[in-house]
Each structure stands twice: as structure tokens, then as C-alpha cells.
């Protein structure tokens, strides 16, 4: 495996660079499966492939607040990224170790998620199978649900996660929260201000964050742990020189800011998808 350190982007930008993973996955030129780990900065929303912009979020909102957004490769419902670690896992859905069954995939980034932050002292555990799913016509965020897979800290949603498949690769993208910078999401939804409060108040009252064990702690950090509950040591990258490496350095927006975020080139069906 690879290991990509990349660190802080625009909302964009991180779509972008999943998405040219995603595809140099899908056409057998990415030479093994990477795990990215990545920021977001300045802080943004990304929605899900399936989720209309104009219909989830207060769009004049974001525009005055200067809030960037784009559409995710993966499936699942808005998150406004500010206070986390961000990942992507991108691999043929061949491989051994990190492929298989959509179920299978999900599983086994959750162990060695789960194995990192018990090596960082958080007391995480995965979500029950039979935990809520996400339901059409629910709340448009992704951490007012839980499903199968995530995990959970004090019983309540820690990590979400969305994976996207194609015929021959996978791209899983996932949030851990560090804070509570998920909750202003519902100052930038599209509805009135009661629907809004409500929103908030469900996301205090399923989501939980490892401020407490991880504070502000950097991605090197988290780097660290994942390498060491590997089962052998991954190639490490960090930062721009990732871009070369992987041949991710062509140029060109994943998706606008304003006023509309289209899904990116190439990327249009979204195939099998699992919400966060």
C-alpha cells in the first residue's frame, strides 16, 4: 500500500485528486491501492454524487460566507469539513487485501481505522450491523445516520464513510471529527431556520468527536498510527510529491464553487454507493 500524506486542500481540489485516483484505478495504472489522508482548508461542504446542490444547500449563504463546496465521487449526504482527519482509500477491486465485496471493502478499512485510533488512545468501536441506514427523504447530512461499518465513540457517530465502485476499482472517503466544526453544516442548508435548528440539535445528539484524546493533533499523527497497524509497512508519500508519483498532477478543476457542482468528467454513473 501506499501511503499519501497529503495534507490541506480546497473542497475541490480533494475531490478532484480522489477522482483521478479513482480513475488511474479503474484504467490499471495506479500500481497499488493508496491511502490518502487529507485536510480541508479553508473549510468546506462536499454533498454526495446524488445529492442536487441547489436543493441541500442555502447556496447565497455559502457565498457570503465564502464556503467552498463540491459534489464527492462517493454517495452519501453533505458534510461541512472544518475540524477532522479526512481519508480515501483507492484500490482494484481485485486486490487481496483491500477489494472484494462492497461489505468486505467496508470491513477492512474499518479494522485498521479502528486499530489506528485505539493506538492514539480513542476508545472507538464499530457500529452495530443492524444500526440505523439511511433513509430516502432523511436528514441531507451524513452524520445524522448511522450504518454498518462505522464507528462509533460512546455510541455515537464518529467516523462516516461512502464508497464508490466502478467495474474494476473502489474509492472509500471518510471524515474522523476533531471537534464540532461538522455542526455548522446547518447554517448552510437550504429550508427555514426551524428545520435548521433541528438539524444541529440531531447532529449534537448522534455525533460525538476525539477532541478529548486528539485535541488538534496533526495528520502526521494519525500517519503514523495507520502505518503501524498495517500488516507490513506501506511506501510513504507526503504532500505536492504525491501528485508526481501517482501521476495525478494534470490540472483542472474537479467541480465549481458557484453556482453549480456537476459530477466530474468520466465519473457521471455513480454506480453501487453506501451513504455516510
Known amino acids: ?7 490541506p486542500h480546497d473542497a475541490a481540489e480533494n475531490m478532484r485528486r480522489d477522482a483521478a485516483l479513482l480513475a488511474h484505478a479503474e484504467s490499471g495504472t495506479l500500481a497499488e491501492p493508496v491511502l490518502r489522508l487529507f485536510a480541508f482548508a ?34 452519501g449526504r453533505a458534510i461541512f469539513h472544518a475540524e477532522e482527519w479526512t481519508y480515501s482509500l483507492t484500490a482494484p477491486i481485485a486486490d487481496p487485501e483491500w477489494g472484494g465485496s462492497l461489505r468486505e471493502a467496508y470491513a477492512k478499512v474499518a479494522r ?39 464507528i462509533l465513540l460512546g455510541g455515537r457517530k464518529l467516523v462516516g464513510s461512502a464508497q464508490r465502485r466502478l467495474a474494476r476499482a473502489l474509492l472509500q472517503q471518510g471524515s474522523v471529527l476533531l471537534g464540532e466544526g461538522h455542526l455548522r453544516l446547518a447554517e448552510l442548508v437550504a429550508g427555514p431556520a426551524d428545520s435548521r435548528a433541528r438539524l444541529r440539535e440531531e447532529l449534537e445528539r448522534k455525533t460525538a468527536h476525539a477532541a478529548r484524546w ?20 506501506p511506501a510513504l508519500l507526503a504532500g505536492e510529491s504525491g501528485l508526481k508519483a501517482l501521476t495525478l498532477a494534470e490540472g483542472g478543476s474537479y467541480t465549481p464553487a458557484f453556482p453549480s457542482s456537476p459530477v466530474a468528467p468520466g465519473l457521471e454513473d455513480p454506480g453501487p454507493r453506501r451513504a455516510p
Open 1 to 7: 500500500m501506499i501511503l499519501w500524506c497529503d495534507g
Open 42 to 75: 479553508p473549510h468546506g461542504i462536499t454533498l454526495g454524487a446524488s445529492q442536487d446542490p441547489a436543493k441541500v444547500l442555502d447556496l447565497d449563504a455559502c457565498r457570503a460566507g465564502g464556503i467552498g463546496w463540491a459534489v464527492r465521487p462517493t454517495g
Open 112 to 150: 485498521l481505522l479502528i486499530a489506528s485510533l485505539l493506538r492514539l488512545g480513542v476508545p472507538v468501536d464499530p457500529a452495530r450491523e443492524a444500526a440505523e441506514a439511511a433513509r430516502p427523504g432523511g436528514s441531507p447530512a451524513c452524520f445524522a445516520s448511522t450504518a454498518g461499518h462505522e
Open 214 to 233: 486528539l485535541g488538534t493533533a496533526p495528520l502526521d499523527r494519525w500517519r503514523d498510527a495507520l502505518a503501524e497497524s498495517l500488516a507490513a509497512p
